[in-house]
């Protein structure tokens, strides 16, 4: 069954695999401010951000198929998996080499960015498969409670239609793109899995900044 869990899941797998692959870079070279590493790096990560990043735009055009098809929804779609382009992995590195103030930080930095452009690959194909069904009015943001930005964002209940509409995320961030095919049974994108963060000023004002561009 088509489920966000199941997605979420698959995903997850996924984004496990490649820093399994790019933990071998690492136990390679171990030192973050090491040349050879950013120059490694600039090498080995854009393929296994290609790679993984394809893998997750295939299972979501999959899993979209399958949503429609327990729908019953009519005629003859079938879900569009994103071409990745420039995942701007050097931007990534360059990034986390001026910004990371230890081995540890640097190593996280890269693997978040990693992960999130392998998310993004799965979100992309949901979002742009969602606006040119017929059979779908759309698509909303759902996730798990784990972040007050991407709380205050789902809380929004906001149903998005245009091609153009951009989907906000961050390193590790679970949130999802879900369609409303029109017969799918409707999915409560307020039920919660963990325990609510405090909500700040600063979530708020990075809230509204974002909705002010988007």
Request: hydrophobic share 40%; with cysteine.
């Amino acid at each position: 069954m088509a489920t966000p869990t199941s997605l979420r899941r698959q995903i997850a797998d996924l984004a496990q695999l490649a820093g399994g692959d790019l933990d071998e870079l690492f136990r390679r070279v171990s030192d973050a401010r090491s040349p050879r590493l950013r120059e490694a790096l600039l090498d080995v990560l854009p393929s296994l951000v290609e790679s993984y990043g394809s893998a997750a735009a295939a299972l979501a055009a999959d899993w979209y198929d399958e949503l429609r098809a327990e729908a019953a929804a009519t005629g003859r779609f079938s879900a569009i998996p994103t071409e990745l382009g420039d995942t701007k992995v050097d931007s990534l590195v360059g990034w986390a080499t001026r910004t990371a103030r230890s081995d540890d930080a640097f190593r996280m930095m890269i693997e978040g960015g990693m992960q999130k452009r392998i998310a993004n690959a799965s979100r992309v194909t949901v979002m742009q498969s969602s606006t040119a069904d017929p059979r779908s009015a759309g698509w909303k943001r759902i996730g798990v409670g784990a972040c007050a930005f991407c709380n205050m964002l789902i809380d929004r209940d906001q149903l998005y239609s245009e091609a153009t509409a951009d989907f906000a995320s961050h390193d590790h961030c679970n949130c999802q793109a879900y369609p409303l095919i029109k017969g799918a049974e409707p999915i409560d994108v307020k039920k919660w899995t963990g325990p609510r963060p405090n909500i700040t000023d600063a979530d708020r004002a990075r809230v509204r900044e974002y909705l002010a561009t988007h």
